[in-house]
């Protein structure tokens, strides 16, 4: 069954260091999401993006971050500058039918990264 | 705006008996909602999702959950439990005006005993 696959599985970074996060979606997928799990706290919304431009944002998702698609079969997610507070479980999701809510969102493993 | 609330952030059964995971929703417009769950050391899996077609929903693995309006309830159910059902829940609402983020709760531990 396909699947999304995301790399690194765990990140380790010095405050203030760039870091990007690596995601492969679905081959046929359309759209593309990040969220956040802090530990101990909810999943959050971050980001999700369509057609190579952002569709929709959190106020989460602030100018120390971006997403891009370098190419047919990667979604990444940078961090700038990265703060003490960005440590969290970092999961990329996508889905297909870009038109329709209620679509079925399918998430990768997640990336930790942990910021020292 | 939408929320999610999960009551239970720990809930403990033997195996064999039910599984009662509750979540409430809010939502100023028709939801679409979703249960997904975290083994360890994986990402969120699809258990079911309820897209305004019937209200009782079959998942995988023997859940289902029933969507009551009148509640804004959408609680995830399972008759008997198995030791291999032990993971973390989570319940997520979206809506239709186009907004296609997710709003999760903050999760059910299921632990299931001998």
């Known amino acids: 069954e396909p699947e999304v696959t995301q790399t690194p599985s765990h990140q380790v970074t010095q405050m203030g260091q760039e870091v990007i996060l690596r995601c492969v979606p679905i081959s046929n997928h359309l759209y593309f999401y990040w969220y956040r799990q802090i530990l101990g706290q909810k999943v959050e919304f971050l980001v999700s993006?369509?057609?190579?431009?952002?569709?929709?944002k959190s106020e989460i998702f602030d100018d120390q971050f971006s997403v891009e698609r370098p190419d047919g079969s990667n979604f990444t997610l940078k961090i700038r500058s990265t703060k003490l507070e960005d440590s969290a479980m970092y999961f990329c999701a996508s889905s297909e039918v870009p038109g329709v809510a209620g679509v079925t969102q399918y998430f990768g493993p997640g990336t930790r990264l942990t910021v020292l | 705006a939408q929320s999610v609330t999960q009551l239970g952030s720990h809930v403990s059964v033997s195996e064999g008996a039910l599984v009662l995971l509750r979540c409430n929703y809010s939502?100023?417009?028709?939801?679409?909602l979703f249960w997904y769950v975290q083994y360890p050391n994986q990402g969120l899996q699809l258990l079911l999702k309820y897209t305004s077609a019937a209200t009782l929903v079959k998942g995988i693995n023997g859940f289902e959950a029933e969507f009551k309006k009148s509640e804004t309830s959408f609680h995830l159910t399972k008759p008997s439990a198995h030791m291999s059902d032990a993971a973390e829940y989570f319940c997520a609402v979206s809506d239709d005006t186009g907004r296609r983020a997710l709003t999760f709760g903050s999760g059910t531990r299921l632990q299931v005993q001998p």
């Open positions: 939502s100023s417009v028709p939801p679409y």
């Open positions: 993006f369509y057609n190579n431009e952002i569709s929709e």
